[in-house]
């Protein structure tokens, strides 16, 4: 079932959505080689707790963790651990919270360090994608319009394998919520757009192959082949015209060219 939105609700999810984009821009900023994901796991809950709200993804459907950290060729779900992150390593961090009855959840990717041409573009022109799909999501449209804007861009333009396993969702007082949004489909199918809608929007791009696998511990996704893989994800309220987007990259954009650690 869909679930429509008001104006009063859309603003308590935004306020729940910029609580996301607060806590990863306090992890661009953190973020450096020789810090461990768990370390930036407990960082990042003590956050959301600092901030009177709960981690969306502990204890949800049994997750162990604040937030998911996929590094290199994990795609998402990745398990913090004492690992130390290291130069040319890229690294996904997807957070959610609840707050004021509503989720907010989100994602970006940072890269640390050096890394080569085609690892920075597969980056770049994943979040690209994730505008590219942004500006279909108006009444009116279709799901599928989202869809084939971003594998257009990903794979018709760029050759990229995009992942069919895992797809964005509406999002609400439940964290997934009706409808799925793939990343990939045909425009003018799926579900029509309505205005009021709430989705999380979140290309997940391989530089290769389009194939995942499931770790043994039953969360962690990594790509078949080795190849990195890329996470941009925001939170996007359906209007008339042009959709409204409730988180914000800019602050996390800020803390991220402030940090002598990452490439922009």
Not at 119 to 136: D, R
Not at 175 to 180: A, Q, S, V
Request: aromatic share 8%; hydrophobic share 35%; with cysteine.
């Amino acid at each position: 079932m869909i679930h429509i939105k008001n104006t009063d609700e859309i603003e308590l999810m935004r306020q729940s959505a910029m609580l996301v984009s607060q806590t990863l821009a306090q992890v661009a900023a953190l973020i450096k080689p020789g810090i461990t994901t768990l370390e930036l796991d407990a960082f990042i809950g003590a956050f959301i707790k600092d901030n009177n709200a709960v981690p969306s993804f502990l204890h949800y459907r049994g997750y162990p963790f604040n937030s998911c950290i996929s590094v290199n060729d994990v795609v998402v779900h990745g398990f913090p651990n004492k690992n130390m992150l290291k130069e040319g390593d890229i690294v996904s961090v997807d957070i959610g919270v609840y707050k004021n009855n509503f989720h907010g959840d989100h994602a970006y990717t940072f890269v640390l360090g050096s890394v080569d041409n085609a690892v920075m573009q597969l980056v770049q022109e994943t979040k690209t994608s994730l505008y590219k799909g942004i500006e279909k999501a108006i009444a009116g449209n279709y799901v599928g319009d989202i869809s084939a804007a971003i594998q257009a861009h990903t794979q018709t333009k760029y050759g990229y394998g995009v992942v069919r396993e895992l797809v964005g969702h509406g999002i609400g007082k439940q964290l997934h919520e009706d409808p799925d949004v793939p990343n990939y489909g045909k425009r003018g199918t799926g579900k029509k757009l309505r205005e009021g809608m709430v989705l999380a929007i979140e290309p997940m791009i391989n530089m290769g192959s389009r194939e995942v696998y499931t770790d043994k511990d039953g969360w962690t996704v990594r790509t078949q082949d080795g190849k990195p893989s890329v996470h941009f994800e925001h939170d996007v309220c359906v209007q008339k015209g042009k959709a409204d987007i409730l988180s914000d990259y800019t602050i996390i954009e800020i803390a991220e060219k402030g940090n002598p650690n990452l490439s922009t």
